[in-house]
């Protein structure tokens, strides 16, 4: 008998747990250096359904969103399966921002979005959200509840329908607070549909996941599309990787990986980490790997052939090692990916300095349009606004309805506020219309940035901008601060209140972002232009610091930073500051 094709999510998991009941569900953490956490697709579907049953006691009627803010894959996967056979809607939290002002103004904006949503959390994520006016439920009371029932393997609280709501995003808030991109059974399976087929995904890959569950590319893309297909995976914490990154080849190894996902950042790291193991040259089986997606931002050339040719290298039999990057583009609006390339650097040799992006999955199609009015469509290899039409794009932001009409053009584009390029068939980005910057494959809103820069002391009012730039051969993109001084640069004191003023403002991007400024670069009110309608420009401002017009007022920083070198006890946060201005490694 062949498997019935699943038209919800819930018949996803019913369908893996009858017809690959022994597929496995592997778990490691950082804390098990080479241990793990199993479960078959039977004893986890058991164990999700015995969860559900357990958040009824909760009483909240079908349809209500559940935040689920969890740092385990584990924990992750069984709380979104378990509020989907509930009925209930899950919301995928990602970790909340390190900046208090930030984190409680978030906090609060759910709470006045969702109105009545639980929190789904731990102990310590109950610390970090820090609200009394909450309603919080632990995860390890829930699975304690969860041990009172024994539920049949096909157990449901509610019969979902394809145009139900399914599962919640949240956005990086670019333009202030996060929105929660709504998709359905029906958009989400349209994604796992094409993507399992762009994959060549079936009952006998390996999946290697190590994106956080609430990212759209961990939860959708390397969980519920092997899913689909009965195919077994193997989740890890990034940090694991990181920490280790021979792990990342002895899983490989170990357990006949075929698919695995690693943003352009991990892959620059784990090639510089590999290349300094010279003693296990020759000691791994990578005959299995066959595709990397990547995503998240762009992949530079270089570093993908770089890592190609270290797996190799580290290989025990290199012949055998044949396997392809492919590069991607993909919102949380679009389900993650849906545009790909398939790309083997050992024979081919890019023509850029990053890869191209590829052409649609089946079920989705994109165009390029003038960037002014949004509809023009662009001759071929002309640049403009990037718009993407399809069966798995999201159906509306979650009470939202201006931001949801603002989003889409006639006949159902979506408009992904990307500039791009389609060549021949092939889309290649080259910018960027929205107002965000993008880090190791994290945006971050410019304008809320900015915001919060305007209130270092030593800045002047409304003469401050932030502009992402990725330097060539740097790994990720960065950004540069812009800004003028309330004094004199030539005046009396200037080094130490330059030297206050742009560490407060370090201090401020790593608070927001976790990162400090690529450029950190003064400019004298008299010669900082506005537009007419009174901004300033940000790409103005790239524009002359690329054209080298901005050398001068980078020098005089330079001058005064080291003269306060010389006049301040501490001098680690000097020579820190310099390379903020100065260093575009």
């Not at 915001?451 to 003469?463: C, I, K, M, N, R």
Request: hydrophobic share 40%; charged share 20%.
């Amino acid at each position: 008998m062949s498997p019935a094709l699943p038209v919800t999510l819930n018949d996803i998991l019913s369908r893996a747990a009858e017809f690959y009941p022994l597929h496995e569900l592997r778990f490691i953490t950082p804390s098990a250096h080479d241990s793990s956490i199993v479960k078959t697709f039977s004893s986890f579907n058991r164990y999700a359904r015995n969860l559900a049953r357990a958040i009824l006691e909760w009483g909240k009627p079908a349809g209500s969103v559940i935040v689920v803010y969890l740092t385990e894959h584990e924990d992750n996967m069984a709380a979104i399966w378990a509020c989907l056979l509930a009925g209930y809607v899950p919301c995928l939290q990602p970790a909340l921002s390190a900046q208090k002002a930030h984190k409680e103004g978030h906090v609060a904006h759910l709470k006045s979005l969702f109105s009545s949503a639980i929190w789904l959390t731990t102990e310590a994520g109950a610390e970090q959200v820090d609200s009394s006016d909450l309603e919080i439920k632990f995860l390890s009371e829930l699975k304690a509840s969860a041990l009172n029932y024994n539920v049949p393997a096909d157990w449901v609280a509610h019969t979902a329908q394809p145009d139900d709501e399914a599962v919640l995003f949240l956005t990086s808030g670019s333009t202030g607070f996060s929105k929660a991109v709504v998709h359905t059974h029906r958009t989400i399976l349209a994604a796992c549909y094409a993507k399992g087929e762009a994959y060549g995904l079936t009952p006998n890959t390996n999946v290697l996941n190590w994106v956080g569950f609430d990212h759209a590319a961990g939860s959708l893309e390397m969980h519920l599309v092997p899913l689909l297909f009965g195919a077994s995976q193997i989740n890890v914490h990034a940090s694991a990787i990181l920490y280790d990154p021979l792990r990342f080849l002895r899983l490989i190894d170990e357990h006949g990986i075929n698919i695995a996902f690693s943003p352009n950042t991990l892959l620059a790291k784990l090639a510089r980490d590999l290349e300094k193991k010279s003693d296990v040259i020759g000691t791994f089986d990578l005959s299995s790997i066959k595709r990397i997606n990547s995503g998240g931002e762009a992949v530079v050339s270089k570093t993908a052939q770089s890592f190609v040719a270290m797996l190799k290298k580290l290989a025990r039999d290199p012949f055998k090692v044949s396997f392809v990057i492919s590069p991607g583009f993909g919102t949380t609006e679009t389900c993650a990916g849906c545009i790909y390339d398939l790309v083997d650097l050992a024979t081919t040799e890019p023509k850029r300095e990053f890869l191209d992006l590829g052409r649609p999955i089946r079920g989705c199609e994109m165009r390029i349009v003038d960037s002014e009015d949004g509809k023009t469509v662009r001759a071929d290899g002309d640049s403009g606004e990037l718009q993407i039409r399809g069966s798995m794009i999201f159906v509306r932001y979650y009470n939202n309805t201006e931001a949801t009409s603002s989003s889409f053009v006639e006949d159902g584009w979506y408009r992904t506020g990307d500039l791009g390029i389609i060549e021949n068939g092939v889309l290649r980005l080259s910018g960027r219309i929205k107002d965000i910057v993008k880090v190791h494959g994290i945006s971050y809103g410019i304008p809320e940035l900015e915001t919060y820069l305007q209130t270092v002391e030593g800045v002047a009012h409304s003469f401050l901008a932030v502009a992402p730039y990725h330097a060539p051969g740097q790994e990720t993109e960065r950004f540069i601060i812009f800004y003028s001084p309330t004094f004199d640069l030539n005046g009396d004191g200037a080094s130490m209140k330059l030297f206050a003023t742009h560490r407060e403002l370090r201090d401020v991007s790593v608070k927001m972002t976790t990162h400090r400024p690529q450029f950190i670069i003064p400019i004298p009110i008299n010669e900082m232009e506005k537009t007419t309608l009174g901004k300033l420009s940000r790409g103005g401002l790239i524009s002359l610091f690329k054209q080298g017009e901005l050398a001068k007022h980078i020098a005089r920083a330079e001058e005064l930073l080291r003269e306060a070198r010389g006049t301040t006890e501490t001098m680690d946060d000097v020579d820190d500051l310099k390379c903020c201005a100065l260093d575009t490694a």
